[in-house]
C-alpha cells in the first residue's frame, strides 16, 4: 500500500489537490477530501481495469467525492433552513463567506474576480473550467473524468466563459455603482 | 478596479493564471492520516450498516398494507386515474399511503416542506390568478370534461439514450419515449419496468433490481447483490445517473436509496459505496425530438435549456409554458413540444392546479395532428411534474374540450 501510495502521491498529489480545492473553496476540507481520494483509490486499485487512464480515474474519483461533500452541505444548510426542496439550480453555490485565500488574495485584481465569480457558474461549468484551464487537461481527457463526449465538454467549456463574462460585467458594473455612489 | 471590458480570451488567459495551491500536510502526514481513517472508516471495500431490528415488523405492515392497496381499489367504480369524481377513491388510496408510510420508519417526512415549498413556487406566478380562479370554475362548469380515460395516465416513460449525430460529434442525450401500458400496474411495477427498459449498461446491470419501494418522495431500489453496479465504466456511471435523474423525477421523486442484498447501501461503480442519491427536481420544460420513425421527448435539463428566470429565480409553471412555447430553435435537433398549429393562449395556476388554455389554427395543413397533439399534452404533463400541482387541466378554448390529468395520484 505504502508503494503503492509514494508512486500515486509522486506523480498526482498537486495536481489532485489543487483540483479539490478549487472546487471546495477550502483548504481544510480538501485536506480532509484528498485523504479520502487516496483510500477510495487505493481500496480498489486492484480493480482497476484501465478502460481509462490513471490520471483521469483519480481526478474522476476526487470529483465524485468532492461533489458528495458540496451535496452533503447543501443538505445540511437546507436542513437548517427547514427546507427540503431545493427549487434553483443553484446547489452548487453553497455561498462562499469565507475570506479569499491567501494564495488569491496576492494575486491582481482581475484573477481575484475571476475567482470571486467562477464561484457563480453551474456545477457543470466549474468543473470544465477546473479540468481545462486549472488542470490544463485535454478535451479528450476532460470528457473522460466527467463520462461526457468531447462535445459536451467544448460546448460547456463555451458556455462557461459566456456565463463568466456576464457575472464579471455584472460585478464591475456593480462596483462602478458603489464608487459613484460614494 | 479595471474598467478594461473582458473579452473570452482574457477571461481564459486569467483563468490560467489561478495560483497554484499547495497541500501543507507532509507525505507521511498524509499516509499515516490516510491509514487511520482507513482502518477506521472502511475495514473493508464495503460495510453494510447493522440491520436495523424494526425493519422486518415493519416491512410485514408494508406489505399487508400493500396487499390491501391491492384488494380495495376494485370495490370502487371508475377509473382513478382520470375521474373528475374521484376523490373518495384517491382519499382511500392516500390514507394507505399515510399508514404505508407511517409503518415505514425509514421514510424521511419530505412531503410537508416540499408542499411548502412549491406553494411558494407556485404562488410566484398563480397570485395574479386569484381573481381568475373564480371565472375559470364558472367556466369549467360548461366544459366537457372527456370522457375516456386518457392515454396520459396509462403509459411507462422510458429513457433512452439518443445520439446527435448531425455534427458528426456523436453527442449523447437521455430522451424519454412512451411506452402505453396495457395492464394496470402499481407504482413499484412501473417504475421497475421503466428503469429496467431504460437500462444503458452493457450488461443490464439492472436485471439485478429486485424490487422497487416509494415512500413519498423518497424512491428505494433493491438490488441482489452489493456489486450488482460495481462494474460500470465511468461513461455508464454517469449514463445511469442521468438515467435515473431523468426517469425518477418524472414520477415525483426527489431521492433514490439503495438496498442491496437487504442491507443499506450499494457500490455504484467508481463513485464507491452510496446509500442515496438526491435527484434534481429543478427541471423546467419538455421539448421533442424527432427522427423519421418516432418522436422522443428531452428534459431542458438535458438540453440546457435556461430553466431560470433573468433575476435566476427558476421559472414556475406559467413561464416554463410559455418559455416552451416561444423557444427558437437555437439548435437544430430538438424543436417545441408545442406544435406549429397550436398556441398557448393562457396558464392559469388556481391553487394546485394547473390550466393550459390553447386553440388549433384551422389554416395549417396539419399532419399527425393526433400524435403531435398527444406529444404536447405529455410534454405538459412532464413539465408538471417537479412541482407539487395536484391537477392539469388542458383545456382547448374553442370545443371546451379538457385533458383532466391527476398528477397527484
Known amino acids: 500500500m505504502r508503494e503503492e501510495f509514494e508512486r500515486l502521491y509522486n506523480t498526482y498529489h498537486h495536481q489532485l489537490f489543487q483540483y479539490l480545492f478549487y472546487l471546495v473553496r477550502s483548504r481544510e476540507v480538501a485536506e480532509e477530501l484528498v485523504q479520502e481520494v487516496y483510500i477510495k483509490v487505493l481500496d480498489s486499485f486492484n480493480t482497476f481495469e484501465g478502460r481509462s487512464s490513471e490520471k483521469t480515474w483519480l481526478y474522476s474519483v476526487a470529483k465524485h467525492v468532492a461533489i458528495d461533500w458540496i451535496r452533503k452541505q447543501t443538505r445540511k444548510k437546507r436542513k437548517a433552513e427547514g427546507k427540503e426542496y431545493e427549487w434553483s439550480e443553484k446547489e452548487f453555490q453553497v455561498e462562499d463567506k469565507n475570506p479569499l485565500p491567501e494564495e488569491i488574495v496576492i494575486q491582481k485584481e482581475e484573477v481575484q474576480q475571476v475567482y470571486k465569480m467562477l464561484e457563480k457558474c453551474s456545477e457543470d461549468q466549474q468543473q470544465v473550467v477546473l479540468l481545462r484551464y486549472v488542470q490544463s487537461l485535454s478535451i479528450s481527457e476532460t470528457a473522460d473524468v466527467l463520462g461526457w463526449t468531447e462535445s459536451k465538454v467544448k460546448t460547456t467549456q463555451h458556455r462557461a466563459i459566456k456565463s463568466l463574462k456576464k457575472h464579471l460585467e455584472e460585478g464591475t458594473t456593480g462596483f462602478m455603482q458603489e464608487e459613484v455612489s460614494k | ?409
Open chain 2, 1 to 409: 478596479m479595471s474598467n478594461e471590458k473582458w473579452n473570452d480570451s482574457k477571461i481564459e488567459e486569467t483563468l490560467t493564471k489561478l495560483p497554484p495551491m499547495k497541500d501543507k500536510q507532509s507525505k507521511d502526514d498524509l499516509f499515516q492520516a490516510i491509514e487511520s481513517r482507513s482502518k477506521k472508516e472502511i475495514p473493508s471495500r464495503f460495510s453494510p450498516k447493522a440491520k436495523r431490528p424494526w425493519i422486518l415488523p415493519a416491512m410485514a405492515a408494508a406489505a399487508a398494507i400493500f396487499l390491501m392497496v391491492l384488494i380495495i381499489p376494485p370495490f370502487f367504480n371508475g377509473d382513478q386515474q382520470f375521474s373528475t369524481n374521484d376523490a373518495d377513491q384517491n382519499s382511500v388510496m392516500n390514507t394507505a399511503d399515510v399508514e404505508e408510510n407511517a409503518a415505514d420508519e425509514s421514510a424521511e417526512p419530505e412531503s410537508e416542506s416540499s408542499l411548502d415549498g412549491s406553494d411558494n413556487d407556485m404562488n410566484d406566478g398563480g397570485s395574479e390568478d386569484d381573481e381568475n380562479t373564480e371565472i375559470a370554475n364558472d367556466e369549467n362548469d360548461e366544459e366537457q370534461v372527456s370522457p375516456e380515460p386518457s392515454q396520459l395516465n396509462q403509459v411507462i416513460y422510458i429513457a433512452n439514450s439518443y445520439v446527435l449525430d448531425s455534427n458528426n460529434t456523436g453527442d449523447n442525450f437521455i430522451v424519454i419515449e412512451k411506452q402505453s401500458s396495457e395492464d394496470e400496474q402499481s407504482l413499484e411495477e412501473i417504475l421497475m419496468t421503466s428503469l429496467q427498459q431504460s437500462d444503458p449498461t452493457s450488461g443490464q446491470y439492472l436485471s439485478d433490481l429486485d424490487s422497487v419501494k416509494t415512500a413519498e418522495s423518497l424512491v428505494e431500489l433493491h438490488f441482489s447483490s452489493a456489486s450488482s453496479l460495481e462494474s460500470l465504466t465511468s461513461s455508464e456511471h454517469e449514463q445511469l445517473n442521468q438515467v435515473f435523474q431523468e426517469v425518477l423525477t418524472l414520477y415525483g421523486f426527489a431521492e433514490v436509496a439503495f438496498e442491496s442484498g437487504g442491507e443499506t447501501g450499494i457500490i455504484f461503480g467508481q463513485q464507491g459505496e452510496v446509500t442515496s442519491l438526491p435527484l434534481a427536481t429543478n427541471n423546467r420544460g419538455y421539448y421533442v425530438i424527432s427522427d423519421e420513425q418516432d418522436s422522443y421527448l428531452i428534459s431542458a435539463r438535458m438540453a440546457e435549456e435556461e430553466m431560470a428566470s433573468e433575476s435566476g429565480d427558476p421559472l414556475n409553471y406559467a413561464e416554463t409554458v410559455a418559455k416552451m412555447a416561444e423557444t427558437e430553435v437555437s439548435s437544430d435537433w430538438y424543436e417545441s413540444a408545442i406544435p406549429s398549429f397550436v398556441d398557448v393562449s393562457e396558464v392559469r395556476l388556481p391553487g394546485t392546479t394547473a390550466e393550459v388554455y390553447y386553440t388549433v389554427s384551422e389554416n395549417e395543413e396539419i399532419q399527425n395532428e393526433e400524435e403531435q397533439l398527444e406529444t404536447f399534452f405529455h410534454a405538459l404533463k412532464l413539465t408538471a411534474s417537479p412541482f407539487t400541482l395536484d391537477n392539469l387541466q388542458i383545456i382547448n378554448e374553442e370545443t371546451g374540450e379538457v385533458v383532466e390529468v391527476d398528477l397527484a395520484e
